[in-house]
């Protein structure tokens, strides 16, 4: 895989359904998402909205075919002011393209473009569970900042929560 062969965006409203497509196709595995079901595409209207490109855009990555690879985005965190300057990222990725160092390049955009969007601290909430996601993120310099014990239960399992952060420039 060539990295020179995926371009990045803005997602469009027309979009949506590939985003939760990519979203629902993690469900089962039990390793990326909290939910236990998948998604609708109604359901994730409100969400999609709240990602405004000049503050926390969602981004989508094609191929040179134009079929969506995978998705990125920042989203709040925690939603008062003086958190502004923080924000969590996330990326999800089709399950045809996962483990080809597609989200290391995603995860590098995302790095590189915070700074534009005012934000200097990035937040990951990774599974404990999820080795290949705590891998990523640690390789680009995301430490562990907290873990929430056994917050999850999957089919039974009691699962924790790890938050990685990554302060990219400090505050004058």
């Known amino acids: 895989m060539s990295i020179s062969e995926f371009t990045l965006r803005l997602a469009q409203r027309e979009d949506l359904p590939g985003i939760v497509a990519i979203y629902n196709s993690t469900v089962p595995s039990r390793m990326v998402t909290a939910d236990t079901e998948p998604v609708s595409v109604a359901s994730r209207e409100a969400w999609f909205d709240a990602h405004l490109p000049e503050r926390r855009p969602l981004?989508?990555?094609?191929?040179?075919?134009?079929?969506?690879?995978?998705?990125?985005s920042f989203s709040d965190f925690y939603g008062r002011p003086a958190y502004g300057g923080t924000a969590e990222v996330s990326i999800y990725l089709d399950e045809t393209r996962r483990g080809q160092g597609l989200g290391r390049y995603l995860l590098e955009q995302a790095i590189a473009h915070a700074p534009k969007l005012g934000v200097s601290t990035l937040l990951g909430f990774i599974f404990g569970h999820n080795e290949p996601s705590l891998r990523l993120f640690a390789r680009y310099g995301f430490e562990r900042w907290g873990s929430l014990p056994r917050v999850a239960v999957l089919d039974g399992v009691e699962r924790d929560l790890i938050i990685l952060g990554r302060r990219l420039a400090d505050q004058a």
């Open 59 to 72: 981004w989508v990555c094609e191929d040179a075919e134009g079929r969506m690879a995978g998705w990125i």
